[in-house]
């Protein structure tokens, strides 16, 4: 494993390897030329060292934001890819929205970290107030996820059922269902004569 002194434990050298055969492969030449005259080991030391405490789901996410970049990133860029910042307030819009299109089925995040919060704090607490009464303590939640690094997926949206009470059929379906049940037992012998027929 590629040590360094100024970090914490590095990634292993499979994964820095790895992160570097895949962006030389995402952007060729390009990627070589930003290491032109360096010393190719120290490089790999300073992005092992650099990415320590970063999860395997967070170096994949900077991978995948490569995909919409022509030009590679150099280390300070690669890391913010890894981790992009969020704005606290625009955050909490967003938890607000897709929230309320959760309820249909059709909520998309932006980030994970934004739906754990939600979810960490509630979504009855969020949806009833604002953003001058929720700004400390979600500003603390989102903290809290951001903090973890990676995430379990966002699930999709249960169904409720329905509260007691509430599941009453109406009158006219009530009707129309004993209808077809009757023609259903009309067009059947009934078990007698199921059961004489047997013994014959």
């Known amino acids: 494993m590629i040590s360094h002194p100024f970090a914490g434990e590095p990634i292993p050298d499979a994964w820095i390897e790895r992160l570097f055969s895949v962006l030389m492969a995402m952007y060729g030449s390009r990627f070589g030329e930003l290491w032109r005259g360096g010393d190719p080991r120290r490089i790999r ?31 300070p860029e690669f890391l913010k890819l890894c981790r992009p910042s969020i704005d606290t307030e625009q955050g909490y819009l967003e938890a607000i929205a897709q929230l309320t299109r959760r309820r249909s089925g059709d909520d998309c995040w932006s ?52 509260e007691p009470g509430r599941t009453a059929i109406p009158p006219e379906e009530q009707r129309r269902r004993l209808a077809a049940l009757r023609e259903s037992l009309a067009q059947r012998p009934d078990d007698q004569q199921l059961i004489t027929r047997e013994k014959v």
């Open 45 to 75: 030391e300073v992005w092992a060292s650099a990415l320590s405490g970063y999860s395997g789901n967070e170096i994949a996410r900077g991978i995948a934001a490569c995909r919409e970049r022509e030009w590679p990133p150099v280390l």
């Open 111 to 162: 980030h994970p970290a934004i739906f754990w919060a939600a979810v960490r704090l509630g979504s009855q607490d969020l949806l009833a107030s604002n953003w001058a009464n929720m700004k400390s303590r979600w500003t603390a939640a989102l903290q809290k996820e951001l903090e973890r690094g990676s995430w379990p997926e966002i699930p999709p949206q249960r169904l409720a059922l329905p």
